[in-house]
């Protein structure tokens, strides 16, 4: 099986790929999806991170969930550790850790009550994840266990099988643009 550190190359190189009309269509797909799934519904606060560099997109998720007056929280990186911070317009947003657009102030999440959207650069169909490699969502989640989970990721991203760790935090559903993983599904 091939090593994280290739599959990240290899899938990142693919997700380069994917063009702008192409990038959007999938998007408005996987937002569709996302916002229409009963987790996101019945959920009152939404933990999702601003999408960056290719990732899916996520602005349209996070737009939706502020029409539906949902209480929306971006992840701040501080130093090892990653925390959630309250948003209430992309303004607030600024260059942060590795360029990623980050809350500089805000009420801090107390990881009660949200659901977690959470990025990834390679998937399996049993959800297994390959981040980005610096773990800030596994121990985010590790310590906060009852957090339910939801990944986006493209097509692209989602091969037979990924390597995983026992502390690889696997997301409970993962949102493509023609699919949704979850268990009994």
Not at 84 to 112: K, R, Y
Not at 137 to 159: G, I, N
Request: glycine share 8%.
């Amino acid at each position: 099986m091939e090593s994280k550190k290739d599959i990240r190359h290899r899938v990142l190189e693919a997700r380069k790929e994917i063009g702008p009309l192409k990038w959007q269509k999938a998007t408005e797909g996987i937002t569709a999806a996302v916002t229409s799934h009963m987790r996101f519904r019945e959920a009152t606060d939404i933990y999702c991170y601003v999408d960056h560099q290719g990732e899916a997109g996520t602005r349209l998720i996070i737009e939706e969930a502020w029409r539906l007056g949902k209480d929306v929280w971006v992840p701040r990186v501080l130093g090892r550790r990653m925390e959630f911070f309250h948003i209430e317009n992309f303004s607030q947003l600024h260059p942060g850790t590795m360029g990623i657009l980050e809350p500089e102030e805000g009420a801090l999440a107390d990881g009660a009550d949200a659901l977690v959207i959470m990025p990834g650069v390679a998937f399996d169909r049993d959800r297994r994840r390959i981040g980005y490699g610096g773990g800030y969502y596994d121990r985010y989640l590790a310590a906060h266990p009852c957090l339910p989970t939801m990944a986006v990721a493209f097509d692209c991203q989602v091969l037979d099988e990924v390597p995983y760790d026992e502390y690889d935090i696997r997301p409970q559903i993962l949102v493509t643009e023609t699919s949704v993983y979850e268990d009994g599904k």
